[in-house]
Each structure stands twice: as C-alpha cells, then as structure tokens.
C-alpha cells in the first residue's frame, strides 16, 4: 500500500488468482470512505466503496483488455497463429459462400481480426457489427477502418452478453440492415461467459435467434487434453506473460461445445482441431455449426 494526494493506492501481487484478488479488493473497499486505485499485473484501475467482487472482476477485465489492446497482434494473433491461422480460412471460406452485401456480427471483436480476415484481406463488401468490453480494442478497430471500403460498420463497447436484450439485438439488427449471415466469437466465447455461467443457455440461445436461417456461427477455442498439458503450458506461458492462462474448467472442449450448440438448436455442427501454437503447447479447435433454414 502506498498513499497518494488523492486516492490510496494498493499494489497486489501478480500471483493471485483472480477470484481471491476480487474477494480481497471487495473486503477492502468495505473499509475505505472513498475510491482506492488499485495496481495489479500490470493493469491499474479504480474501485469505489462498497464494490461487490463481481464489479472488482469486470472493471479489472476490462482494464487489462484495454492494456492488451495494442500489442494484440503480437500476443495474440502471432504468437497463437495456429489457432488464428485457421480461424481466417474458415472465415474466409464460410463468407464466400453467402451473397453480398454480407452481415456479421463479431463477439469479443478485439482489435477486428474478423474483420481483416472478411472484409479488408478477402476483399468482400456488406456489414460489420462488433461488440468488445474493451474501449481501447473498439478504438484501435475504428482507427483501421476507410470509409472508401463500401462495408457499414458499427461497434458497442460492452460484454457481450448484453445481446441478450431484445433492445441492444434489435439495435444491432437495425444496424447490421438485417439478420447476420455469420456470427463470430473467436478466442473469445470463454472470456464472455467466465463469469457469467447462467447466462451460456439464454446467451447461445439469443444468438441462435439473431442468425439468419441458413446463416452460419463460428468459434475458435482453446482447450487442454489433460491436467498435465495444462500444467505444462502454465509453465511455458508465465515466462511471458502476467496473464493467468484459463482453467481447463473453464474452457469449453469441443464434445462440450457441440452439445452446447446441439441443445439450443444448431445443426450441421463440425470442427477442426489444431496445435494453437508453435511455442506454447495448448490445443486449439474452429468450430462451426448452421441454422436451419436458407
């Protein structure tokens, strides 16, 4: 602890799990009148009295998304190309395969990898619609984007799961001109939902009703094989990084993810599994299932 002019400030080791650093960053806004700043792995952010250890969790999410923002391309999309490698095929192929103008809807959009891969690498033309907590990843979105390139484009700052209001749907659809032909969420469906369990059934079936018939949904995963791999890949990615991998629970393999999209009444669902990295050793999977209908 340290105290400033202001506010107090309070560092937390990069060690701590996330759900015993929410608790004790809650129990410690119970103990101070005003708002306390508060430093961990690298990410600075303010909570105010009295905050439950849900806010401490989201505010600090979406600080550390925003501080990632910018080197995404690096941390992310480079150093787990394999998963991202196949991500953009897939993309690319299941676009084509749907008239122009072409609507997507990208869920933890990040910095616009959905984006680049449909419309700015394979050339195509239609709607974009991306949802991302991270204020700093929607800017750095915005900024690459030419107004010359005849594609509508909308974002929300915000978790995805706010999709679930009929108000913000609607406001997308009013937006995207129409149902979505594709919707994407990759690397991202396990971030959304990780602290929102209860919301996976009402959250996958929202977006069931959202796609056009015909219209196809599209994950990229990660995933471990075992409690051994997991352990493995901690090992490797802690030399690089202060951000705390998933748990193996916390993932969604893919017999799990099928039966997800099964339940809630997609079809046609299939998959490809790759090694997600050359340096780190995590799995990874694409996955894509359709809506019925043409």
């Known amino acids: 602890q340290c105290q400033s002019a202001e506010v107090k400030v309070y560092h937390f080791p990069s060690y701590k799990g996330l759900s015993d650093f929410a608790l004790e ?30 806010e401490v969790l989201s505010s600090f999410k979406r600080r550390e998304f925003d501080a990632h923002a910018e080197a995404y391309q690096r ?27 072409l609507r997507v809807l990208d869920l933890g959009c990040g910095i616009g990898f959905t984006f680049d891969s449909i419309f700015t690498e394979a050339h195509l033309r239609g709607s974009y619609f991306g949802i991302d ?3 700093k990843s929607i800017e750095v979105l915005g900024a690459k984007i030419k107004a010359d390139l005849g594609i509508q484009v909308a974002t929300r700052v915000a978790s995805a799961t706010e999709i679930i209001n009929p108000t913000v749907s609607r406001g997308v659809l009013d937006e995207l ?37 015909g219209g196809t949904i599209m994950f990229g995963n990660y995933f471990h094989h075992s ?3 997991y352990k ?12 705390e991998p998933s748990k193996p629970t916390e993932l969604f393999p893919p017999a799990l993810m099928k039966n997800l999209l099964e339940w809630v009444g997609f079809k046609s669902v299939t998959f490809c599994e790759v090694w997600a990295s050359e340096e780190f050793p995590i799995r990874a999977y694409v ?8």
């Not at 960053?25 to 306390?36: A, D, H, K």
């Not at 493995?232 to 951000?243: I, K, L, Q």
């Open 25 to 54: 960053v809650s129990r410690l806004s119970q103990t101070e009148p005003g708002p306390i700043s508060i430093q961990f792995r690298d990410v600075d952010f303010i909570v105010t009295a009295q905050t439950p250890p849900e």
């Open 75 to 101: 941390n992310f999309v480079e150093r787990f190309s394999g998963l991202y490698n196949l991500a953009r095929e897939v993309l690319v192929d299941i676009a084509r395969t749907y008239p122009e103008p």
């Open 133 to 135: 907590p991270s204020a």
């Open 177 to 213: 001109g129409g149902r979505p032909h594709i919707i994407v969420l990759n690397a991202s469906f396990q971030h959304i939902v990780k602290s929102e369990a209860a919301k996976i059934g009402p959250f996958l079936r929202r977006l069931h009703h959202l796609l056009a018939p």
């Open 227 to 229: 409690e051994q791999d």
């Open 232 to 243: 493995a890949f901690c090992e490797a990615y802690e030399r690089v990084s202060h951000h």
């Open 287 to 294: 996955m894509t299932a359709r809506k019925k209908g043409k």
